[in-house]
């Protein structure tokens, strides 16, 4: 993500949102942000001044397409979903009977948003095989896949620098300060998105 890109985040949970933050640091002109939970759709867009994308209401790569300079798809999607990605009754089905450990809906939408030549970038959570990934669709549009747990230590010291210098403020996102002791309620509250929860911290 560079100064004047284009990028789009599936998932508006605290990897989305931060996502969103750094996209908008980074001076990407257009940032799409795509969920079905409108209040962080909403926050999404007041404070990252993202485009939300309700994907309950739209099919959210065709949309992202349109929004696009030439139609031709952002330079760059993040997948922020993964594993809690919703997909077809015959993925559920299959992921129950532990044939598939994901739903592949994300990553097919990841791969019809992005442009030609683009990069697609999984934080996203990735159990097992997956369903229906478009691997043909990939070649065809030369696409770069950056995916993996996070180099932390790699990237601790520079993103520390941004949060001392004021260019990043997670603590942003945070909705719900809790006792250690309520953890069980606060993963509660986040799994049914109650209270308009973004992020808990649980402190001891």
Do not use: W
């Not at 985040?9 to 002109?29: N, Q, R, T, W």
């Not at 007041?46 to 959210?60: E, L, M, W």
């Not at 942003?172 to 509660?188: F, P, V």
């Amino acid at each position: 993500i560079t100064k004047g890109s284009t990028v789009a985040i599936y998932g508006a949970g605290p990897v989305g949102l931060l996502s969103a933050a750094c996209a908008k640091m980074l001076g990407a002109e257009q940032i799409f942000v795509v969920d079905h939970n409108d209040y962080r759709l909403q926050y999404a867009k007041d404070t990252y001044g993202a485009i939300p994308v309700n994907f309950d209401k739209v099919d959210a790569a065709e949309f992202i397409i349109e929004q696009t300079k030439g139609h031709r798809g952002v330079d760059g999607v993040i997948d922020a979903i993964g594993f809690e990605a919703k997909g077809s009754i015959l993925e559920t089905i299959m992921t129950n009977l532990k044939i598939e450990g994901s739903s592949g809906a994300a990553l097919r939408q990841c791969i019809a948003a992005v442009r030609r030549g683009g990069i697609v970038s999984v934080p996203g959570v990735y159990a097992g095989p997956i369903h229906g990934f478009l691997f043909g669709d990939a070649f065809d549009k030369g696409l770069t896949f950056k995916m993996g747990q996070t180099h932390v230590h790699k990237y601790l010291p520079q993103l520390l620098e941004y949060i001392e210098n004021g260019d990043l403020s997670p603590e942003a996102i945070i909705t719900h300060r809790m006792n250690l002791s309520d953890a069980a309620k606060g993963y509660e509250i986040f799994e049914k998105r109650e209270e308009e929860c973004r992020k808990v911290i649980l402190t001891p």
